[in-house]
């Protein structure tokens, strides 16, 4: 097993399906999961911040965006900060 997706058909449904899934991983599994995505988040608020007004302009599709959201959300086993 590689850890990929056999068939994926875009980078949304492959976001629901860790959420779907996401209940039943470990904290470290879960940690692992997540670390990839907020980097991606705090990539996108520095350009936010840097004035830059949309999620597309990041390189981040608006249902992709949405997908991470939740999916970060679902992960209930992660530390707060």
Not at 5 to 26: C, D, K, M, Q
């Amino acid at each position: 097993m590689n850890g990929k997706v056999a068939f994926p058909t875009s980078h949304a449904e492959v976001l629901v399906l860790w959420r779907r899934i996401a209940g039943g991983l470990s904290r470290g599994q879960q940690l692992g999961l997540a670390e990839p995505l907020l980097s991606s988040v705090r990539g996108l608020r520095r350009r936010f911040e840097g004035g830059s007004a949309s999620a597309s302009a990041a390189g981040l599709d608006p249902v992709s965006s949405l997908e991470i959201w939740r999916l970060l959300g679902a992960l209930e086993l992660l530390p707060s900060i």
